[in-house]
T-cell receptor
């Protein structure tokens, strides 16, 4: 089955700086890579996703890049703000069969220092 | 207002008791999932259901049971056989069971053994 590794587990950046979270996956059949943000005590919510037919996708201050050859994808947050503080999860999915849905990384706790 | 709803938000269980966590969705989704979240462990899959009247064990099914008698509902029972049930439980749904679509999460149930 799929295995998703996520790094770092904790990331502290100064407000206004950029943050990068990286994930690797094992199953070359995976073709859908979403990122979820979970604020303290709340539900995870999708913030951006990318499919294997594109290498990069951007939405305002967040972007995701995908390298299918190396089997890794990354989340980039620019001009970080206090409200970006949360736990971020990456995930990988396969349209070809994965009946158990998405496989999630263990999460990154992003801390924005004022 | 469409969405996925979990209840209760907080639940306390005595040693040796079974408890049932509710999960209801009105998104007309076929697939539903239960995850357990512990600090630093990410989201671990307990059970999943591809379609009504069907469900499969996930990675950590021991001590848990589920049913899927209606498309909208996927309750999780934490039995006395689960040795360490204190955790945050998240229910999710997606339009189909393939791993290439967004998963929508409920707001979670925090279960504590007293």
């Amino acid at each position: 089955g799929e295995n998703v590794e996520q790094h770092p587990s904790t990331l502290s950046v100064q407000e206004g700086d950029s943050a990068v979270i990286k994930c690797t996956y094992s199953d070359s059949a995976s073709n859908y890579f979403p990122w979820y943000k979970q604020e303290l005590g709340k539900r995870p919510q999708l913030i951006i996703d990318i499919r294997s037919n594109v290498g990069e996708k951007k939405d305002q201050r967040i972007a995701v890049t995908l390298n299918k050859t190396a089997k890794h994808f990354s989340l980039h947050i620019t001009e970080t703000q206090p409200e970006d503080s949360a736990v971020y999860f990456c995930a990988a999915g396969d349209s070809g069969g994965g009946a158990d849905g998405l496989t999630f990384g263990k999460g990154t706790h992003l801390i924005i220092q004022p | 207002d469409g969405g996925i709803t979990q209840s209760p938000k907080y639940l306390f269980r005595k040693e040796g008791q079974n408890v049932t966590l509710s999960c209801e969705q009105n998104l007309n989704h076929d697939a539903m999932y239960w995850y357990r979240q512990d600090p630093g462990q990410g989201l671990r899959l307990i059970y999943y259901s591809q379609i009504v009247n069907d469900f499969q064990k996930g990675d950590i099914a021991e001590g848990y049971s589920v049913s899927r008698e209606k498309k909208e509902s996927f309750p999780l029972t934490v039995t006395s056989a689960q040795k360490n049930p204190t955790a945050f439980y998240l229910c999710a749904s997606s339009i189909n069971y393939r791993g290439n679509t967004e998963a929508f999460f409920g707001q979670g149930t925090r279960l504590t053994v007293v």
